[in-house]
């Protein structure tokens, strides 16, 4: 994928060797006068308030335009943004959905995508979708990625009540049982769970198609977490075959909310690059 990312070697096409040279000359400039506005410097100079000065409005446009912003005046001159008008995203579902569906079953199995692993898990009600990251797939990491599954569940009223797997996930079963309380219903030998692996192809599938949009040659493993993560929640947008309701998406039955095109939808990962400072404080 070609990267469509502006840089500065980039920005220099279209340009002479005399012009990018007083566009240099312009921008460094504005830095030996302590960063005045673009206005400002444009009208010393137009004004004569600069003597002998060579430095021209061609010049300081041109300068925008290789350099872009300049980074140390974003930085210095920042100021804490006015905050976006919050949207309601609140949304509750008909209760007779969920009268005879609060205890349910889940299917849950390790994932690997690059260089980070995950736990993951689809349930057979709602057909709801998580995939969360984890260090390694020994027992303590998959037990606390299951915490916070099972956390999630009861707080928007459901009960996991049985847990299907492959038998991988054997020497969780006593934890489980006695912590959780909870039933494994592990898969025969040589066997795997195949709610769970149709989950993990479809979870592959668009984080596959994530990597393939990005504009890097290398992926950091935070971003495969993130891409993971992201994957099974834009799955729970739209509604699922066999689940408890056609019309209701996963996301509207477990978190009660809407996605948001103004909040949710305003970038792909990878597609925006910016300059950030820290506010002032002084």
Do not use: W
């Not at 057979?124 to 995939?131: A, G, K, L, M, W």
């Amino acid at each position: 994928m070609t990267s469509k990312m502006a840089t500065v070697r980039r920005n220099k096409e279209g340009f002479t060797p005399r012009q990018v040279k007083a566009a240099m000359e312009a921008r460094s400039a504005m830095h030996i006068l302590n960063a005045p506005s673009t206005k400002s410097l444009k009208y010393a100079i137009r004004s004569g308030l600069i003597k002998y000065c060579h430095i021209t409005e061609e010049a300081i446009n041109h300068a925008k335009a290789i350099f872009g912003p300049d980074a140390s005046t974003l930085k210095g001159k920042s100021t804490r943004p006015t905050p976006k008008k919050t949207y309601d995203n609140f949304f509750s579902p008909p209760e007779e959905l969920y009268q005879h569906n609060r205890s349910i079953t889940v299917c849950i199995d390790h994932m690997e995508i690059e260089n980070a692993k995950f736990l993951t898990c689809i349930d057979t009600t709602v057909r709801y979708r998580s995939c969360i990251p984890v260090q390694n797939l020994k027992t303590d990491p998959v037990f606390e990625a299951l915490d916070k599954i099972f956390r999630h569940y009861n707080k928007a009223g459901f009960q996991v009540k049985i847990i299907k797997c492959d038998r991988a996930f054997i020497p969780l079963t006593d934890d489980m049982l006695d912590d959780m309380g909870v039933t494994i219903d592990p898969t025969a030998a040589g066997d795997h769970e195949p709610t769970a692996e149709r989950n993990n192809r479809t979870l592959k599938e668009r984080v596959r198609v994530a990597l393939a949009r990005l504009p890097y040659k290398v992926v950091p493993k935070v971003i495969t977490e993130c891409l993971g993560r992201r994957a099974a929640e834009l799955l729970n947008v739209f509604p699922q075959k066999d689940s408890i309701s056609s019309h209701f998406s996963p996301q509207q039955l477990i978190d009660n909310v809407n996605i948001n095109y103004k909040s949710d939808m305003v970038a792909e990962l990878g597609q925006m690059f910016m300059q950030l400072g820290q506010i002032p404080t002084i």
